[in-house]
């Protein structure tokens, strides 16, 4: 069935450090692929998305590609913030009709 | 309403004991998900509504747990007999019906502590 992997946390950076964290999946077909951000004590919001190959999500400074070749959806991000500090969650959605979460990756920024 | 609301935010609840967690998703969306976070794992599917129907009701553990929609609006997951290791959090989310690829909006969740 469809699953997504995610790099474990947590992820301690300095401000204004690259960020990076790593997502593949795997489908049947072309699913769509999400980030999900979880603020501490918050739900669940959506970050950014992609629907199909190629395709950029971007928003709040943050970007990930949606690599069919390589069946990845890494995000990326160029400066973070103290106030970036949260749980990612990648997630996939194809023909099962429901959303796939990987298991979360904790990011600390410290200043 | 403006968001997915869920109730109640914290329950602490005997083992054995029934517990029901609520949902209201957000006005006009047909599509309701349950999902369950428990303490470092990721998020778990547990049922799909559309409308009053549910689909897909293959992530439910086992038959203690149930879940049923009215109106197309509000939904109860109903958990019985509790055990603790159902000890997580609950996350409804809601969606368009027929466009999911813009994501779920999720409710801030029920935290349930069976002891």
């Known amino acids: 069935g469809d699953s997504v992997t995610q790099m474990e946390g947590p992820v301690t950076l300095s401000e204004e450090a690259f960020l990076t964290i790593n997502c593949t999946y795997t489908?049947?077909?072309?699913?769509?692929l999400f980030w999900y951000v979880q603020y501490p004590g918050e739900g669940l919001q959506l970050l950014l998305k992609?629907?199909?190959?190629?395709d950029k999500g971007s928003n709040k400074g943050f970007e990930a590609t949606y690599r069919k070749e390589t069946t990845s959806f890494h995000l990326e991000k160029g400066s973070v913030q103290v106030s970036d500090s949260a749980v990612y969650f990648c997630?996939?959605?194809?023909?099962?009709?429901?959303?796939?979460f990987g298991t979360g990756t904790l990011l600390a920024v410290q200043p | 309403g403006a968001g997915v609301s869920q109730s109640p935010s914290n329950k602490v609840t005997e083992k054995g004991k029934d517990v029901e967690l609520r949902c209201d998703p957000i006005?006009?969306?047909?599509?309701l998900y349950w999902y369950r976070q428990s303490l470092g794992q990721g998020l778990e599917f547990l049922i799909y509504?559309?409308?009053?129907?549910?689909?897909?009701k293959s992530g439910l553990p086992s038959d203690r747990f149930s879940a049923e929609r009215t109106g197309g609006s509000v939904s109860t997951l109903t958990i019985q007999r509790t055990q603790q290791e159902d000890s997580a959090v609950y996350l409804c989310?809601?969606?368009?019906?027929?466009?999911?690829?813009?994501?779920?909006?999720f409710g801030s969740g029920t935290r349930l502590t069976v002891v």
């Open positions: 509504f559309q409308g009053n129907s549910a689909p897909d």
């Open positions: 997630a996939s959605l194809g023909a099962t009709n429901k959303l796939i």
């Open positions: 489908a049947t077909g072309y699913p769509s």
């Open positions: 006005s006009g969306h047909t599509a």
């Open positions: 992609a629907t199909k190959a190629d």
């Open positions: 989310a809601s969606s368009l019906e027929g466009r999911p690829n813009y994501g779920y909006t």
